[in-house]
């Protein structure tokens, strides 16, 4: 496996998801699949009213047949694409609800975590029972792995849930969670590639080119959203890999936009509920730049500026 691997898989990814997206657009409007954006989000957003939701479908389509070309086929690629497809059926059911009862509220958050909580579980007792380094977990600057034995399943089903909800939080503009996404799934990809972890660093390579393929719809001003049957399923996927390779914590440190997502939540939630004051003008932390007169253009391009030099950080710290 080598860098050609790598990006004859994306391309492959890319040329596959622009296709099923393309031809998915007439049909989500002929489903009358649209988004009904929340009443207090930003106002400039109601114009979005309308857009075709669930766009994720492709891409979950295109990722799942991509992964399986050329070689494909092992345990470790039917792993995270089984992951892929929980996580996404969660979103789907969630967009689905929301598109038939015309609302913006799908599954009760508590119906969600349990079904998060369970595949999780599941995911973590498979990694823990098989593979090379068992319930270790690389730490980075310490530079080796860490058997972390028993708490090794909730420390997996932590990160995947959180992953899976942070991307979630994470895609509120257009191209935001598609172009974040591509980039710490590319920084993931040759970080497996150094570690000769095949499946892993070509299934990141697909997933990036799968985000790059739907980023040329959801691009501002979107053609359609993936919801959160995309975005639930991105969150797997990269985490799954992620935990795959044992490198959870470099997770971390790529994936540093989606903790800032979260944490701007998590932050304002708690403020506001202790203080009654809010520390930001909107959570998640995209709407706070927007409030503050930013144009949604920018505030995607500096996320995306973020993501990549966290993603360059992580390789970095990584091959130290």
């Given at each position: 496996m080598g860098i050609m691997d790598i990006g004859l898989k994306l391309l492959l990814g890319l040329i596959v998801s622009a296709v099923f997206t393309y031809?998915?657009?007439?049909?989500?409007?002929?489903?009358?699949?649209?988004?009904y954006i929340r009443e207090e989000g930003p106002e400039s957003h109601q114009k979005k009213s309308g857009t075709p939701t669930m766009g994720g479908l492709a891409m979950i389509l295109a990722l799942v047949?991509?992964?399986?070309?050329?070689?494909?086929?092992?345990?470790?690629?039917?792993?995270m694409v089984i992951i892929t497809l929980l996580f996404g059926a969660i979103g789907f059911l969630d967009d689905y609800i929301k598109v038939a009862e015309k609302h913006n509220l799908g599954l009760r958050a508590w119906q969600k975590l349990v079904l998060q909580l369970l595949f999780g579980i599941g995911l973590a007792i498979y990694v823990a029972k098989s593979g090379t380094h068992g319930t270790e977990v690389y730490i980075p600057f310490y530079g080796d792995y860490v058997d972390f034995g028993w708490f090794y399943i909730p420390f997996v089903t932590f990160v995947i849930v959180a992953m899976a909800n942070s991307v979630n939080l994470t895609d509120g503009l257009d191209g935001l969670c598609s172009g974040v996404t591509a980039i710490t799934a590319i920084a993931f990809s040759f970080i497996g590639l150094n570690l000769n972890h095949a499946a892993p660093a070509t299934f990141c390579a697909t997933l990036s080119g799968v985000c790059l393929g739907f980023l040329i719809f959801n691009k501002n001003p979107a053609k359609l959203f993936m919801g959160d049957t995309g975005s639930m399923a991105l969150g797997g996927a990269l985490a799954s890999a992620a935990i795959l390779m044992k490198m959870e914590f470099l997770l971390v440190i790529a994936g540093f936009v989606y903790v800032m997502e979260s944490l701007s939540v998590i932050i304002q939630v708690i403020s506001f509920q202790t203080t009654g004051k809010r520390v930001f003008r909107m959570s998640p932390i995209h709407h706070h730049f927007e409030l503050g007169g930013m144009s949604e253009k920018s505030?995607?391009?500096?996320?995306?500026?973020?993501?990549?030099?966290?993603?360059?950080?992580a390789y970095l710290v990584f091959r130290i």
């Open positions: 031809l998915e657009i007439p049909i989500l409007k002929k489903k009358q699949f649209k988004q047949i991509t992964t399986f070309l050329w070689r494909g086929f092992n345990v470790e690629n039917l792993v505030v995607v391009v500096m996320f995306w500026g973020i993501a990549l030099a966290c993603s360059l950080l």
